[in-house]
């Protein structure tokens, strides 16, 4: 994916998509959104928000270290969200 871009719309777009049917979820993602998005890299960016295509279950267990994703960058993307402090 190229660089995303920051505006509003698109910012806004990807704050309904954190919105997930378990609240631990919307908490780690929304609070990545807000305080690392914008600094991370155009890599970063396009894992999380590929990351947001995956279902909540997948999800669930890469965050709770049970499992991990086979690509490289969504492994990079978990470990990223496993280290924020909530």
């Known amino acids: 994916m190229a660089e995303q871009s920051l505006?509003?719309?698109n910012i806004?777009?990807?704050r309904w998509?954190?919105?997930r049917g378990m609240r631990e979820l919307d908490v780690l993602f929304s609070?990545?959104?807000e305080s690392s998005f914008e600094y991370s890299s155009a890599e970063q960016q396009a894992a999380f928000i590929a990351l947001l295509e995956r279902e909540d279950d997948q999800l669930w267990s890469w965050l709770a270290g049970r499992d991990e994703p086979d690509q490289p960058d969504?492994?990079?993307i978990?470990?990223?969200l496993q280290g924020q402090t909530p």
């Open 17 to 19: 998509r954190c919105r």
């Open 31 to 33: 609070n990545w959104l």
């Open 7 to 9: 505006d509003s719309a």
């Open 74 to 76: 969504l492994r990079e």
């Open 78 to 80: 978990v470990s990223l």
């Open 12 to 14: 806004a777009k990807l």
